[in-house]
């Protein structure tokens, strides 16, 4: 999943924010599947490390909390100075 915002490992370069998560219930990620392109609010547990059976990740989803459309189009919600 790719978050709002940008995170930079060096000075002055950009690159996409990603959440790398494992799930573990059928339903959870048929909802994900459904919704995907729309920004949505996740319930996870974060765990000490990897087992094969929960995943790939130390972060397992485990609830969509909420699913909503894409922000605007816009561009308002763009920040700019002023």
Do not use: C
Not at 28 to 40: F, I, Q
């Amino acid at each position: 999943m790719v978050q709002e915002g940008f995170q930079s490992p060096t000075s002055g370069a950009l690159q996409s924010n990603e959440f790398r998560f494992s799930v573990t219930d059928p339903e959870v990620a048929a909802v994900l599947e459904r919704n995907s392109g729309k920004h949505l609010e996740l319930r996870y547990q974060e765990y000490n490390g990897m087992l094969p059976w929960r995943g790939t990740s130390v972060f397992v989803v485990t609830e969509v909390i909420n699913a909503s459309e894409s922000g605007k189009t816009d561009g308002s919600a763009l920040p700019y100075d002023n």
